[in-house]
T-cell receptor
Framework: AQTVTQSQPEMSVQEAETVTLSCTYD???????LFWYKQPPSRQMILVIR??????QNATENRFSVNFQKAAKSFSLKISDSQLGDAAMYFC??????????FGKGTRLHILP | NAGVMQNPRHLVRRRGQEARLRCSPM?????VYWYRQLPEEGLKFMVY????????ESGMPKERFSAEFPKEGPSILRIQQVVRGDSAAYFC????????????FGAGTRLSVL
């Protein structure tokens, strides 16, 4: 069975600084997708970034980028130039082509002004 | 193009009552997924449906929980005889047929059981 592990329950970063959130996963499949979702206090689940496992190039979306290490089964999220609006729960997630997404337990990110 | 719509946003029920949660997928999406989020936890998969079919219900509790996605109308997650442990946020997501791994989430329904 696939699992997703986020080992940092909480993190803090100074506004305008860079922070990296860690995620590891376990799977025996070779074709899959990895995601980072943001959940602000409104509870809405917002897709931040998506990585296809067959692509070696790390995905990037503006200030958000990932470090995808397939052999190590690691998928970290880097947030550059942190802003107050980045404060939220961040969930790492795994999905295959067929159906469900498997989520980690989340990392609560605090932005210090 | 409206996103995934869930209602109600907050539902309060007393123990033993029934809870009905509704989800209207994005226009053109034929796949619906339900997830449950307990406090301070990640989302846990419950069930995956296509129109009129349950594809995967491996995450659904065996009793009291049911889901449907009729040909017309929203998807319904039904919880009979609710208990305090059912209190959680329930999220619905939808995806298009050709990109099932891209799921768009609704804002969730928070169920509180008194």
């Amino acid at each position: 069975a696939q699992t997703v592990t986020q080992s940092q329950p909480e993190m803090s970063v100074q506004e305008a600084e860079t922070v990296t959130l860690s995620c590891t996963y376990d799977t025996s499949e070779s074709d899959y997708y990895l995601f980072w979702y943001k959940q602000p206090p409104s509870r809405q689940m917002i897709l931040v970034i998506r990585q296809e496992a067959y692509k070696q190039q790390n995905a990037t979306e503006n200030r958000f980028s990932v470090n995808f290490q397939k052999a190590a089964k690691s998928f970290s999220l880097k947030i550059s130039d942190s802003q107050l609006g980045d404060a939220a729960m961040y969930f790492c997630a795994y999905g295959n082509r067929d159906d469900k997404i498997i989520f980690g337990k989340g990392t609560r990110l605090h932005i210090l002004p | 193009n409206a996103g995934v719509m869930q209602n109600p946003r907050h539902l309060v029920r007393r123990r033993g009552q029934e809870a009905r949660l509704r989800c209207s997928p994005m226009k053109g999406h034929s796949h619906v997924y339900w997830y449950r989020q307990l406090p301070e936890e990640g989302l846990k998969f419950m069930v995956y449906l296509q129109k009129e079919n349950i594809i995967d219900e491996s995450g659904m509790p065996k009793e009291r929980f049911s889901a449907e996605f009729p040909k017309e109308g929203p998807s319904i997650l039904r919880i009979q005889q609710v208990v305090r442990g059912d209190s959680a946020a329930y999220f619905c997501a939808s995806s298009p047929a050709l990109a099932k791994n891209i799921q768009y989430f609704g804002a969730g329904t928070r169920l509180s059981v008194l």
